[in-house]
T-cell receptor, first 109, second 114 residues
Framework: GESVGLHLPTLSVQEGDNSIINCAYSNSASDYFIWYKQESGKGPQFIID?????DKRQGQRVTVLLNKTVKHLSLQIAATQPGDSAVYFCAVQGGKLIFGQGTELSVKP | DSGVTQTPKHLITATGQRVTLRCSPRSGDLSVYWYQQSLDQGLQFLIQYYNGEERAKGNILERFSAQQFPDLHSELNLSSLELGDSALYFCASSVGPVGSGELFFGEGSRLTVL
């Protein structure tokens, strides 16, 4: 079955720096990828998604990059702010939507 | 506010007991998903229903069952509870089947088994 892994369980960045959170998946048939943000005590919240026919998609301060060759997904957050502190999950769909373990992002003022 | 409502928010019970968690999806959403979030396990997919029918199944234990009713609300039943079942249980909804759009998550039901 599908497995989804993240490279780092925690990431600490300085306010104003760019953050990069990575994710790897196993199923080459996966066709839909989503990044979620989960703040303490809340449910996951959609950030951005990308389909397999694209390799880059940009939102407001966030960019998702998809490399299907190496089955790798990344989320880039520009000018990271304290409000970006949260756990970030990638989710991969190949029949079911499977979540990775999450990376906890801490932003130092 | 995602529009997904879960009750109860907190639940404390004893081993061997049975509980029911309830989820009301966003208005117009036909799919309901259940996820379990434990401290070290991330978000584990349990089961998905689409318009009343089971659509996909994850690592759901036999002691757990779920259903989606004609009004599209869903219930997750957990029986013969064990200490290890203590977790946050999230419900999410989407308009269509998986892949047709983002999932909207509720705030979760925190289950503590003593």
């Amino acid at each position: 079955g599908e497995s989804v892994g993240l490279h780092l369980p925690t990431l600490s960045v300085q306010e104003g720096d760019n953050s990069i959170i990575n994710c790897a998946y196993s199923n080459s048939a996966s066709d839909y990828f989503i990044w979620y943000k989960q703040e303490s005590g809340k449910g996951p919240q959609f950030i951005i998604d990308i389909r397999s026919n694209m390799d880059k998609r940009q939102g407001q301060r966030v960019t998702v990059l998809l490399n299907k060759t190496v089955k790798h997904l990344s989320l880039q957050i520009a000018a990271t702010q304290p409000g970006d502190s949260a756990v970030y999950f990638c989710a991969v769909q190949g029949g079911k939507l499977i979540f990775g373990q999450g990376t906890e992002l801490s932003v130092k003022p | 506010d995602s529009g997904v409502t879960q009750t109860p928010k907190h639940l404390i019970t004893a081993t061997g007991q049975r509980v029911t968690l309830r989820c009301s999806p966003r208005s117009g959403d036909l799919s309901v998903y259940w996820y379990q979030q434990s401290l070290d396990q991330g978000l584990q997919f349990l089961i998905q229903y689409y318009n009343g029918e089971e659509r996909a199944k994850g690592n759901i234990l036999e002691r757990f069952s779920a259903q989606q009713f004609p009004d599209l609300h869903s219930e997750l039943n957990l029986s013969s509870l064990e200490l290890g079942d203590s977790a946050l249980y999230f419900c999410a909804s989407s308009v269509g089947p998986v892949g047709s759009g983002e999932l909207f998550f509720g705030e979760g039901s925190r289950l503590t088994v003593l």
